[in-house]
């Protein structure tokens, strides 16, 4: 146990490791650096729910608001058995540091239910989904802060949150939260917008690399809602998806896997590990061979993208990685120990508060439709995603060219210059000053 922590460390910690570097980069005043070392705030809560067979169960929840200076926090809300105040705290910095980075009008924040949803009927989930709103209602609102949907929500869970807010509200108000259904008030294109804005991060790279993606070979970790839309797209540019996993196996197929093929399963058997594939026989099943999740991490291909959860890449197994890059797609999945060792190796990242904006980004669409009563076609959504994501990374890229250092590095630059900026247009004498 102690072993395991060493190499997965507490989340926080290890994410605002990387903070100091960063300041001594951008000169950050002192002032900026003690604001940012604390959540501005982090809400602990019970949620009682009534379980179907009459029982009483009380789930622990949280809303953490990590800064605020650039607008409301904005941020999913995980449900998910290892949720805690830590993970929830280190996904509401992140928020804060991607907003800034892709220059939305945002703070960050998150939130997160210790539970773990597949036990739970669909009527339960009902009721969790409205208890937590009913919990964070005093601190959330369109200009306050806008929850979203993350590992284990999706857009029915943000209906019915939507839902219980209007209900005590007394008014329909849409623009408190987004990735809702598209009947609802959702924007088109936000279930896909994660995968493919990490498709066109990693185009971008690409094509600063003079890399074509027919050639390149892709792993893919966590083949849930933002692993599953990458993928897609990705094998529709050309990219050969190799390998998927879920938290239960993984599959490989050595000529590409039929991505549709493989989801098609997994939404009839809940699960990847039951795929088997033989190399000489096919049949209506045999889409890939089972591999050890570890192993995929391992596989010789161009890129591995991971869209599961934090530290997947720790110290422990960073020196098995033999992808030439690495497309973050969840949220912290590898450690700062770890970073240092991919780079050794040479070894490029795509960080995840550049490669997952896709999703907020699309997001920012919804809430900006929910505001104004003009609902936008997908083509239009895509559109305003791709040139917002060209437009940021090329900044970042071209600032991680001119000094010479990592792309997460010049977009957490990106994002604290940001941040501390707004922080001093805002003054320097709002706080007490002790006389
Ligand atoms: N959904 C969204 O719009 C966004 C999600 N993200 C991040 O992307 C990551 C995935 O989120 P979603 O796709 O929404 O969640 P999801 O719940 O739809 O999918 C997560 C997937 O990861 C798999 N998984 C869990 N542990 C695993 C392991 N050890 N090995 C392999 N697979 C594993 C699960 O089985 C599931 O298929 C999270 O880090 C999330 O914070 C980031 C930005 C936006
Ligand atoms: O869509 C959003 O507002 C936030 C998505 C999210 O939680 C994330 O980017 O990690």
Known sequence: MADKQKHAPEVLK???????????????????????????????????????????????????????????????????PGVNADEVTALSFWMAIKCAAVDLPYGGGKGGVQCNPKELSRMELERLSRGYMREVYDIVGPDIDIPAPDVN?????????????????????????????????????????????????????????????????????????????????????????????DSKGAVYAKEGLDVEAVYQHKNETRELKGIIYCEDSVGDEEVGKRIDNADLLAL????????????????????????????????????????????????????DVLANTGGVIVSYFEWIQNRTGDYWKAEKVGQRMQERISEQADLIFALAEEQKVSPRTATYMQGIKRITEAMDHRGSQRFFTGD
């Not at 570097?21 to 950050?28: G, H, K, P």
């Not at 959860?309 to 450690?335: C, F, H, M, S, Y």
């Open 300 to 351: 010789d291909v161009d890129v591995l993208a991971l869209a599961a959860l934090e530290n997947a890449i720790t110290d422990e197994n960073a020196r098995a990685v033999k992808a030439q890059v690495i497309l973050e797609i969840a949220n912290g999945p590898v450690t700062a120990a770890a970073d240092d060792i991919l780079e050794e190796q040479q070894i490029t990242i795509l960080p």
């Open 153 to 245: 929500t999706n857009s029915t869970v943000m209906g019915w949150m939507a839902d219980e807010y209007s209900l005590i509200a007394r008014c329909q108000c849409p623009g408190v939260i987004t990735g809702k259904p598209v009947g609802l008030g959702g924007s088109q294109g936000r279930v896909e917008a994660t995968g493919e804005g990490a498709l066109q991060v990693l185009n971008i790279w690409a094509q600063r690399n003079d890399k074509t993606p027919k050639n390149m070979t892709v792993a893919v970790q966590g083949f849930g809602n933002a692993g599953y839309h990458f993928a897609r797209a990705a094998a529709r540019e050309g990219y050969k998806v190799v390998a998927v996993s």
């Open 14 to 80: 290890d994410a605002q490791s990387r903070l100091e570097d960063i300041y001594e980069r951008l000169d950050v005043s002192d002032d900026a650096r003690h604001r940012l070392a604390f959540p501005h705030r982090l809400a602990q809560f019970s949620i009682p729910v009534r379980m179907d067979n009459g029982s009483l169960r009380v789930f622990q929840g949280w809303r953490v608001q990590y800064d605020v200076t650039r607008g409301p926090a904005k941020g999913g809300i995980r449900f998910h």
